[in-house]
């Protein structure tokens, strides 16, 4: 089992441009979650996807959308990029109670 | 959402056990407490989790106060390899998969 796996593992890109990040969940999770981590913060919960449907979302701007696919993979669409969007993108996937991250996605914006 | 609070930091030395305090005076009778961990340059991953009573796993103990307005991460012997950021986290039973990181506890752990 290769676990959650996401791409690319970095990227920089500059302001007012636009990024879309990928996530694999572990096999035979049905449930994404996206969170975005700043340098020396604890991980920010972005939203989440069951079903191809966002079924929670946490205070993040319109900017921020996703995608999940019948296989359940993940996108994670970043548009018009501020420099305070540089953080560490991580995908998490769940079936129960516990979830398991992948490794991340650096994102630098300059 | 309710919060948690935790030091800034602790260190141990190895083969000690260590035991990382979290605060979580709103709980609510709902709130299920969750502890993660995220080792340097890696994803938060789970550690041990409980509602009321006291719990045992392979990594680690819980202890739950009986107000449940505290708790404790237990690790009976640190290694070197337990130096991470611990994450005590109040997750609702009924949205499961939400969890809300503070800002954690930098373990260090010194041979």
């Known amino acids: 089992d290769a676990g959650v796996t996401q791409s690319p593992t970095h990227l920089i890109k500059t302001r007012g441009q636009q990024v879309t990040l990928r996530c694999s969940p572990k096999?035979?999770?049905?449930?994404v979650s996206w969170y975005q981590q700043a340098l020396g913060q604890g991980p920010q919960f972005i939203f989440q996807?069951?079903?191809?449907?966002?079924?929670q979302r946490g205070n993040f701007p319109d900017r921020f959308s996703g995608h999940q696919f019948p296989n359940y993979s993940s996108e994670l669409n970043v548009n018009a990029l501020l420099l305070g969007d540089s953080a560490l993108y991580l995908c998490?996937?769940?079936?129960?109670?516990?979830?398991?991250f992948g490794p991340g996605t650096r994102l630098t914006v300059l | 959402d309710a919060k948690t609070t935790q030091p800034n930091s602790m260190e141990s030395n190895e083969e000690e056990p260590v035991h990382l305090p979290c605060n979580h005076s709103?709980?609510?009778?709902?709130?299920?407490i969750h502890w993660y961990r995220q080792l340097p340059s890696q994803g938060p991953e789970y550690v041990i989790h409980g509602l009321t009573s006291n719990v045992n796993n392979r990594m680690a103990s819980l202890a739950i106060a009986e107000d449940r307005k505290s708790s404790t991460l237990i690790l009976h012997r640190a290694t070197l390899r337990d130096a991470a950021v611990y994450y005590c986290?109040?997750?609702?039973?009924?949205?499961?998969?939400?969890?809300?990181f503070g800002t954690g506890t930098r373990l260090q752990v010194f041979p």
């Open positions: 709103t709980i609510s009778g709902t709130d299920y």
């Open positions: 986290i109040l997750r609702d039973a009924i949205n499961t998969d939400k969890l809300i």
């Open positions: 998490a996937s769940s079936q129960f109670y516990e979830q398991f």
């Open positions: 096999s035979g999770h049905d449930t």
């Open positions: 996807y069951y079903e191809e449907e966002e079924r």
